[in-house]
């Protein structure tokens, strides 16, 4: 019944390993994103696909890789972690072009050690 | 891109009082101004939202004000309670789905 749901919900792991966090969302909307949200808080965009391609990608290291095999589903692939990669992932979905509410997923809370 | 600032970062009312938290964003081309809810551990979730064509917008105990001209919006709660305590974030975004967040307002409700 979950509407956006993330996997894992906790990812602890070392310094230098590739890890992917998976994104799914039922409710049939076009757009997804991923968002980053660290230590003090803050919500930031990090990227957004419309139906499959990639619209919005704001100067994230492309360490990060975000992957849409199709519209409802957005996974996140991370390489060679870093510390400062520590923190709470959304994934979240809206329906396109519509400027309604995003639905976000439960959050992914990475720990690299 | 959008850049959308929020005062304040904490703010403590007591339960019954009233809380409000302003934002201020850039990029003309918003329209669309939703405010999200985040509990402890928990997802963002939408409480209230407010078009440009509205000026405001109330929903029980909280309501929305929207200055397009000023380019600055805020949420107002009345009669505060202890389950209000959370972080809020407002946020802005245009045609393209490009939500942009404020930096966060963490309430605090003492009983």
């Known amino acids: 019944d979950t509407a956006v749901s993330q996997t894992p919900k906790y990812l602890v792991t070392q310094m230098g390993n590739d890890k992917s966090i998976k994104c799914e969302q039922n409710l049939g909307h076009d757009t997804m994103y991923w968002y980053k949200q660290d230590s003090k808080k803050f919500l930031k965009i990090m990227f957004s696909?419309?139906?499959?391609?990639?619209?919005i990608n704001e100067t994230v290291p492309n360490r990060f890789s975000p992957k849409s095999p199709d519209k409802a589903h957005l996974n996140l692939h991370i390489n060679s972690l870093e510390l400062g990669d520590s923190a709470v992932y959304f994934c979240?979905?809206?329906?396109?072009?519509?400027?309604?509410?995003?639905?976000f997923g439960q959050g992914t809370r990475l720990t690299v050690v | 891109g959008e850049n959308v600032e929020q005062h304040p970062s904490t703010l403590s009312v007591q339960e019954g009082d009233s809380a409000v938290i302003k934002c201020t964003y850039s990029?003309?081309?918003?329209?669309?101004f939703p405010w999200y809810k985040q509990e402890l551990g928990k997802r963002p979730q939408l409480i209230i939202d407010?078009?440009?064509?509205?000026g405001e917008k109330k929903d029980q105990r909280i309501a929305v004000t929207l200055n397009k001209t000023a380019k600055h919006f805020s949420l107002h709660i009345t009669e505060t309670q202890p389950e209000d305590s959370a972080v809020y974030f407002c946020a802005a975004s245009s045609n393209f789905n490009k939500f942009y967040f404020g930096s966060g307002t963490k309430l605090n409700v003492k009983p």
């Open positions: 407010i078009r440009s064509n509205v």
């Open positions: 990029d003309s081309a918003s329209n669309y």
């Open positions: 696909y419309n139906n499959k391609e990639l619209i």
């Open positions: 979240a979905s809206s329906p396109k072009n519509m400027n309604t509410e995003a639905f």
